[in-house]
Structure formats: C-alpha cells, structure tokens
T-cell receptor
Framework: SQTIHQWPATLVQPVGSPLSLECTVEGTSNPNLYWYRQAAGRGLQLLFYSVGIGQISSEVPQNLSASRPQDRQFILSSKKLLLSDSGFYLC????WGGGLETQYFGPGTRLLVL | GQQLNQSPQSMFIQEGEDVSMNCTSSSIFNTWLWYKQDPGEGPVLLIALYKAGELTSNGRLTAQFGITRKDSFLNISASIPSDVGIYFCAGAVQGAQKLVFGQGTRLTINP
C-alpha cells in the first residue's frame, strides 16, 4: 500500500531564516507530487506540482521554491522566511491519467514564522 | 481558470440530522472527489466519482456526479459527532495534472 510522509510535523522559525520541508512517498512509482498551503480556517492553495524528477510547476509567485531530486521525494524550500509564510503545508501525491484521478494527502507540517 | 463554488460555507446541525452540501462550476469536470479534513490533519479522500450521473455511497455518505458534469453533491445521513470537520470538493479537468478545490464546508454538530 502507498504511504506519504512529511516532516517535520511542526516547525517554529524566525523571520529571515531558511526553510526546508520534506515529503516522501512509498509504494508507488512516478507519482505526481504537490505542495499546498492552508491558512487557518481556509481552503487549500496549490503552490507547486511536479510530474517527474526535476520538473516543477509553480502556481503562484511567492517566497518559496520546490525541488524533486528523486522520484518519490518532494522538497519545499525558502531562503528567507516571511511572516506571511506561516501556515499548514500539505504534500500530496497522485497517479494521473486513465480517467481515474485521485489524490492523497500527507499529515501536514504546521509552520509558524515569528 | 476553473473555480469551484462550494456551499454552504458552514453548517450547524443537531446530531442525527442529515447533511447536504454541493459544488458547482462553470467548467466541465471529468472527475469529482470529496474529502474530509479533521483539525490539524491532512484531508482524507471520502468518495471519488468518474462518470456523469454516477451515484456512489460510502457508509452514511452518498455523492453524485452531476449530469451536466458541472456539479456534484455530498450527503451525510444521520450525522454523528465524528462527522465534524471541513469537507472539500475537488474536480479534475481532462488533460490537467492537478485538482481544483472548493473552499470547503465546515460542519459543526450539536450533541
């Protein structure tokens, strides 16, 4: 069966510090991978997605970047965090195509920038 | 771009009542998905719909893929306290590699 991991679960960082959030998927090959951000009590905002190693699509201009160094690894980074980067970050994976699209989410990372 | 209008934004009901929420779009979708999110956790997939008119159940949950391909609804029968949470609809357009999400329906249940 497939599983998705995110770490850390919680992170408190000062403004201006760097960020690295990691997501890994097990039990599937060549998945699409996604990073979402969710503000408190709000909906899901798609930040980045990747359909393969080294392929990154950015959905919104922002202070963040993403990388996919391995098939089942997706990393969200920032060189200098802003207060507005606080939120709940969710990684998700899907196997796309064939008319049976689904998407599964990880447990999330709660980021607080002070 | 595509947008999904999910309603209602919030619901306050008594335990045992039935719940209905829906999503509509001006665009045609080929897939409709319904998720539930508990506080502090990632959304969990409840039901997936792939054919227009399809009606699918998962326990007390029932969802339908609208005939026009532009809407979907989710019903919960005989609500219980653990149904509390935020419910999201999501749609996929043919050829796109990503989902479009509704803004969520927050369900609160009074015991």
């Amino acid at each position: 069966s497939q599983t998705i991991h995110q770490w850390p679960a919680t992170l408190v960082q000062p403004v201006g510090s760097p960020l690295s959030l990691e997501c890994t998927v097990e039990g599937t090959s060549n998945p699409n991978l996604y990073w979402y951000r969710q503000a408190a009590g709000r909906g899901l905002q798609l930040l980045f997605y990747s359909v393969g190693i080294g392929q990154i699509s950015s959905e919104v201009p922002q202070n963040l970047s993403a990388s996919r160094p391995q098939d089942r690894q997706f990393i969200l980074s920032s060189k200098k965090l802003l207060l507005s980067d606080s939120g709940f970050y969710l990684c998700a994976w899907s196997v796309w195509g064939g008319g049976l699209e689904t998407q599964y989410f990880g447990p999330g990372t709660r980021l607080l920038v002070l | 771009g595509q947008q999904l209008n999910q309603s209602p934004q919030s619901m306050f009901i008594q335990e045992g009542e039935d719940v209905s929420m829906n999503c509509t779009s001006s665009s045609i979708f080929n897939t409709w998905l319904w998720y539930k999110q508990d506080p502090g956790e990632g959304p969990v997939l409840l039901i997936a719909l792939y054919k227009a008119g399809e009606l699918t159940s998962n326990g007390r949950l029932t969802a339908q893929f609208g005939i026009t391909r532009k809407d979907s609804f989710l019903n919960i029968s005989a609500s219980i306290p653990s149904d509390v949470g935020i419910y999201f609809c999501a749609g996929a357009v043919q050829g796109a590699q990503k989902l479009v999400f509704g803004q969520g329906t927050r369900l609160t249940i009074n015991p």
